[in-house]
């Protein structure tokens, strides 16, 4: 499958990818997809996997300017974007944060939802990457995960295999999880 457990991918397909994302949302905005989440103003949000940055600006009107956006990427090219997406339209909540995609320095139960969309078919450690997402959601936070370039039943053999979600409901395009084995 496309990029499945290759990590990051070259600078080459990032800039493609980019191309295709920006053609695509001016067919069609992406901003229908948040719409979904419940994301509430005064929320803390991580972007993870933020890409060209296309749900930052719709992300930090929802949780407004009491609110926080960690827009997370294991590509620099991707934080670059995040952050030129929060200076052309003057996102002060938006805090553009490069990853490992094993770590990430957010402080423990920060987020109150997390949305990864279209990029755990490359993660190669999931384990690990649903770990760390479980370390930096509250205890009664979120997480918005889209299967990717993967069957659903691969992901979510994935998930349940990590010991640190439960799939609380299920879409068409995403699983909605909460953290589980949580210490407050």
């Known amino acids: 499958m496309c990029g ?3 990590d990051r991918m070259p600078n080459w397909a990032f800039r493609m990818m980019a191309f295709m994302f920006n053609g695509a949302d001016l067919l069609k905005s992406p901003n ?3 719409d979904a989440f419940g994301i ?7 972007d993870w996997g933020c890409g ?9 009107e929802l949780v407004g300017d009491k609110g926080t ?4 990427d294991i590509h620099q090219l991707a934080i670059e974007a995040a952050a030129n997406v929060a200076q ?9 944060v490069l990853t490992d995609g094993k770590t990430v320095n957010i402080p423990p139960q ?5 949305y990864a969309l279209d990029m755990f078919h490359m993660v190669k450690d999931t384990k690990a990457f649903l770990t760390e997402l479980c370390r930096i959601t509250k205890p009664d936070g979120i997480l918005i995960l889209e299967d990717g370039h993967q069957q ?22 995403y699983m909605k999880c909460k953290p589980i084995n949580q210490t407050k």
């Open 152 to 173: 659903r039943a691969l992901a979510k053999e994935k998930v349940n295999n990590s010991g640190c979600w439960e799939i609380i409901s299920e879409t068409k395009a």
């Open 32 to 34: 229908r997809r948040l």
């Open 88 to 96: 052309k339209y003057n996102l002060n909540n938006v805090h553009p």
């Open 110 to 114: 920060t987020a109150d939802l997390i």
């Open 52 to 60: 060209t940055g296309r749900y930052l600006k719709q992300a930090s």
């Open 4 to 6: 499945n457990e290759m």
């Open 40 to 46: 509430q103003n005064g929320q803390t949000v991580v």
């Open 69 to 72: 956006v960690y827009a997370v």
